[in-house]
């Protein structure tokens, strides 16, 4: 079991990917965006952070930057609508650790997570 955090913007995705990973036996914490997400990390140390690209206040690049600034090393896999090669390879640029595009199945977030963690 592991604990997750998930970094969504939007309450209809946010719930359902919080749904797919707790019916998996993790437990989850969540953030609206990126800020809150620090904000979330200043208090606790989850196991692995699923989180949107595009958000209010702080997107995806933002708070994976502000990981890497802080030198924050918790997995990170982005769950994102946008399908570009380019934006793929910008995420793993910077560090994160898998890259899905929305709407991802169980299967997939299941898969994802479980080769990130091992």
Same mark, same amino acid.
């Given at each position: 079991?592991? !604990?997750?955090?998930?970094?969504?913007?939007?309450?209809?995705?946010?719930?359902?990917?919080?749904?797919?990973?707790?019916?998996?036996?993790?437990?989850?914490?969540?953030?609206?965006?990126?800020?809150?997400?620090?904000?979330?990390?200043?208090?606790?140390?989850?196991?692995?952070? +699923?989180?949107? !690209? !595009?958000?209010?206040?702080?997107?995806? +690049?933002?708070?994976?930057?502000?990981?890497?600034?802080?030198?924050?090393?918790?997995?990170?896999?982005?769950?994102?609508?946008?399908?570009?090669?380019?934006?793929?390879?910008?995420?793993?640029?910077?560090?994160?650790?898998?890259?899905?595009?929305?709407?991802?199945?169980?299967?997939?977030?299941?898969?994802?997570?479980?080769?990130? !963690?091992?």
């Amino acid at each position: 079991m592991a !604990l997750i955090l998930v970094v969504e913007d939007s309450s209809f995705q946010r719930k359902i990917i919080i749904k797919i990973l707790e019916k998996a036996g993790n437990k989850t914490l969540f953030a609206e965006n990126g800020i809150k997400g620090m904000e979330v990390l200043e208090t606790h140390q989850p196991d692995c952070i +699923f989180c949107d !690209l !595009l958000m209010p206040e702080m997107d995806g +690049f933002g708070f994976i930057e502000a990981l890497n600034e802080k030198k924050i090393s918790i997995p990170l896999i982005y769950l994102t609508s946008d399908i570009q090669d380019t934006v793929k390879q910008r995420c793993l640029a910077l560090g994160a650790k898998g890259f899905l595009n929305k709407p991802a199945q169980e299967t997939q977030i299941l898969g994802i997570l479980k080769s990130v !963690l091992g």
